[in-house]
């Protein structure tokens, strides 16, 4: 475990994407995320379970494609934050992604589109999130439901990836 750094990833619009596997404190205040967004059709910060997020590159891909799935009107969730959910979780049911996505225990990963990412990293000082590792790419394609396929690349990471890919070509 080390300090707390984001993983930061900028879209074209002037938002930039943050990233960091964290570890909470039984007494973390979690309202103090709550209104960082100001507008949800552009704007989210979720705490998703740790083993969900692969790697920076993962939710990366996942914001991609929520953010063009709300460009082009064929969103399957009604905010940005449920649409990342669904394209994260590769899992076309908002519901049931979010309820992979939830976090259990105080280790999770938060993950922020934002124009502003200075006071997400200062409200998860506030509330004293420590920065932990990514998990075992294994761990998130098991979690996600997809051991024993095959990623083109070979490596887990990719597989995880593709799945939001699957999303975004059944729509």
Sequence with gaps: ??????????FDDGRLLAVAPVVLPAEARMDLLQDLCANPL?????LVRWESVASW???????????????SSKRLGKTLATEFAV???????????LRILKPVGRRCTVVG???????LKERLEEIGAVRTDYPDPEETISLLG???RCSCSGRGEALAME??????LER
């Design 1 to 10: 475990m080390g300090d707390l750094s984001l993983d930061t990833v900028a």
């Design 42 to 46: 552009e704007e989210f910060v979720l």
């Design 57 to 71: 590159r993962h939710a990366a891909l996942a914001a991609q494609r929520a953010v063009r799935a709300f460009r």
């Design 87 to 97: 394209c994260l979780a590769g899992i076309r049911q908002v519901s049931e992604a």
């Design 113 to 119: 589109l934002l124009r502003d990412l200075d006071i």
């Design 146 to 148: 997809y051991s024993g």
């Design 163 to 168: 799945a939001s890919a699957r999303v975004e």
